[in-house]
């Protein structure tokens, strides 16, 4: 329970300590895609699924956060449009994920200073492109 932040983290947890689960919020929160890591680590899939590939470095691992960054903000306005209900949300997203880089506090000011999900969705895109960034593999909470 707790403090799992990477693949490895659960299936040590799971396998070593023969506990039945592990709890994984913060990192599914930041990297959503280490469900898959783990999945793929015990041999229930591929690291190609549905034409996507596994992000396993950690530039993989940057690129793939902005891009659920920006699905995230898309699946925001959809549900909920364009407001400000939907802009904490996307913020909060953004504040929780960008911990895990070097320089995650220029990233989420992005995020604080978009007046709309219109305005912050591009402003992420420019971002991701601009900067070839890494995420951590581990932090501190």
């Not at 306005?77 to 996307?90: I, M, P, R, T, V």
């Not at 220029?106 to 991701?128: C, D, N, T």
């Amino acid at each position: 329970n707790g403090d799992i932040q990477t693949a490895d983290d659960a299936i040590h947890v799971v396998q070593d300590l023969n506990c039945s689960g592990a709890m994984i919020a913060r990192a599914a929160t930041a990297r959503p895609w280490i469900l898959w890591q783990i999945a793929e680590k015990l041999g229930l899939c591929s690291k190609t699924e549905n034409g996507r590939t596994l992000p396993e470095t950690p530039e993989e691992e940057a690129n793939e956060y902005y891009r659920a960054v920006v699905r995230h903000i898309e699946i925001l306005n959809h549900y909920f449009g364009d407001n400000e209900y939907s802009l904490q949300k996307a913020r909060f997203f953004i504040a929780t994920g960008s911990k895990w880089f070097l320089f995650g506090h220029s990233f989420w000011r992005i995020s604080m200073k978009a007046k709309s999900l219109k305005e912050m969705a591009p402003a992420i895109q420019e971002y991701a492109d601009k900067h070839q960034n890494k995420m951590y593999s581990r932090i501190d909470f």
